[in-house]
């Protein structure tokens, strides 16, 4: 039997009173309006009784909020999103506000027609990591509306707005400067055939320890859409034959180093005894892998405060039009076996 659905204009038949009375006590404005404590508390303890739950839309294109915030990953269920999420969620539901989740699938075309369904909804946010091949316009135009954007993990250089960004160099570098420390020269790199920024600046990172200290680049780049494929397993076993010398590789993602390091034992390369390894993002798995595995490490906890602050700055301040917070914080190196002693 489908549950009957109650309205403003019933509860208000219902008690004998106005429909105005009613929206002003559901919407907390009973008081300002000197509608009686004893009438506030006839319209609460109906609506109690008959279970009735106002319309989210129709609230939110009433009042022109909806206390929704929306984040917007390329793949929610990556554990480093997922964790932040989390993170974001707990802060966000002592404030009030909701948070809706998902996942771009790295696809510009999907991400626009999320955003465009979310403005229709009026919802009070956004946090975005901003796709391959999205436009810059529509994410600027976004940028200047009414309702706040933070874009998170990456940023788009040509959209000047709020951000919330590791420093994915001097992260790379803290790995690279291991290798080097524990004399482990012939260090190879395997990353995403991406150039979205945090990929950029992790490549640029080893590009300039090969030029400072004269050793001959060897990147392989895996297609960002196939890096779980059979195609990129035989690109880095490939990869692997054919730089026997290689002392150390780095590789600038967690899931390309469990692919990595998979291949590497098909192989039975030794690690470190043979070749010492260094991932970019930390993993549960890496604690109890075996050998276990050394990374850099994304301060989740700092991104999560950072973006949820900066989203309540913007939300209570709207009146300070143009004002972006861009915030960049320090990776860590996790040391483990992997790197070799």
Known sequence: MQKKKHSIKAIAKALNISVTTVSFVL?????????????IDKVRNYVKEIGYQPSQLAKSLRTGKSNIIVFMV???????FATIAKLIEDRAFTDGYKIIYCSTNNDAE?????????RDL???????????GMDSKFIEELSNDKNPLILFDRVMPEVDCSHVVIDNFQGTKLGLDLFLNKGRKQIGFITL???????HERKAAYEEMCKNEG?????????????????????????????KDLEAVFFATNYLA???????????????????VIAFDDNEFFKFSTPSVTSIVQPKEEIAQNLIKIMFNLINNKEENGQDYKVV????????????S
């Open 27 to 39: 919407n907390g404005k009973a008081e300002e309006n000197r509608i009686s404590q004893k009438l």
């Open 110 to 118: 999907k991400t626009t027609g999320l955003i465009r369904m979310f």
């Open 258 to 276: 469990m692919k990595g390091m998979q291949i590497l034992k098909e192989l039975k390369v030794k690690i470190p005894e043979d070749l010492a």
């Open 329 to 340: 914080l320090p990776a860590s190196l996790k040391e483990r076996q992997s790197s070799g």
């Open 74 to 80: 390329e793949d929610i269920s990556n554990p480093f």
């Open 122 to 132: 009026q919802v009070d946010g956004y946090i975005l990591t901003p796709p391959m």
């Open 215 to 243: 050793i001959k680049e060897r990147i392989l780049k895996i297609p960002f859409d196939s890096y779980t494929s059979e195609e990129a397993e035989k690109a880095m076993k490939d990869y692997f034959t054919q730089n």
């Open 193 to 199: 055939d991406s150039e979205q920024s945090q990929m």
